[in-house]
């Protein structure tokens, strides 16, 4: 079992939707978690990071964790083809740190 | 924000010398690197975690001795992909985490290596 799941996807969704991408992880023990997103032939960049049960807001994405279930999800309001990407998730505890293989997000116009 | 600064961001090589990518975090220290590679069109992968000063730790498949990881220091990891044919021609990057000496913090991406071997 990996540390970090994620679907590979592709996520596709109308310009205008919600998007929503989902992550599980298997360490209890995780305390940090972090979206990060990958243009092709570009490095991730990091989006959002959530430490605390319930929903975090930035514009026009919401992180959600879920502890007791292990659970990490974005959601991306009013999509854009400029989210077109993938999203990468990760979590980590203290001195461990591992990156889900990401999702695919195609947002057609 | 941290940087991580990766080198070179292209290099071509001819089939059979060996590369070496530096990836080097200038403001912090790290404890864990990781080496990605990334074809075109593809999702990142893993190729193997290395923690400062132990071995590195390779995901399945990814050979060992083909793709040398050296993580000296705190502040310096290496991935010399010897032997080269053009079928290692891909996107390198790294990233590095601090871990124990910042608590809640992200890992940070190199800004990547495009290998070419002809």
């Known amino acids: 079992q990996k540390e970090v799941e994620q679907n590979s996807g592709p996520l596709s969704v109308p310009e205008g939707a919600i998007a929503s991408l989902n992550c599980t992880y298997s360490?209890?023990?995780?305390?940090?978690f972090f979206w990060y997103r990958q243009y092709s032939g570009k490095s991730p960049e990091l989006i959002m990071s959530i430490y605390s049960n319930g929903d975090k807001e930035d514009g026009r994405f919401t992180a959600q964790l879920n502890k007791a279930s292990q659970y990490v999800s974005l959601l991306i309001r009013d999509s854009q083809p400029s989210d077109s990407a993938t999203y990468l998730c990760?979590?980590?505890?203290?001195?461990?740190?591992?990156f889900g293989s990401g999702t695919k997000l195609n947002v057609k116009p | 924000g941290a940087v991580v600064s990766q080198h070179p961001s292209w290099v071509i090589c001819k089939s059979g010398t060996s590369v070496k990518i530096e990836c080097r975090s200038l403001?912090?220290?790290?404890?864990?690197m990781f080496w990605y590679r990334q074809f075109p069109k593809q999702s990142l992968m893993l190729m193997a975690t290395?923690?400062?000063?132990?071995?590195?730790?390779?995901e399945q498949g990814v050979e060992k001795d083909k793709f040398l990881i050296n993580h000296a220091s705190l502040t310096l990891s290496t991935l010399t992909v010897t032997s080269a044919h053009p079928e290692d021609s891909s996107f390198y990057i790294c990233?590095?985490?601090?871990?124990?000496?910042?608590?809640?913090?992200?890992?940070?991406f190199g800004q990547g290596t495009r290998l070419t071997v002809v």
């Open positions: 360490d209890r023990g995780s305390q940090s």
């Open positions: 290395s923690n400062e000063g132990s071995k590195a730790t390779y």
């Open positions: 990233s590095a985490y601090p871990g124990g000496f910042v608590m809640n913090t992200e890992a940070f």
């Open positions: 990760a979590v980590s505890n203290f001195n461990k740190f591992y």
């Open positions: 403001d912090f220290q790290a404890t864990t």
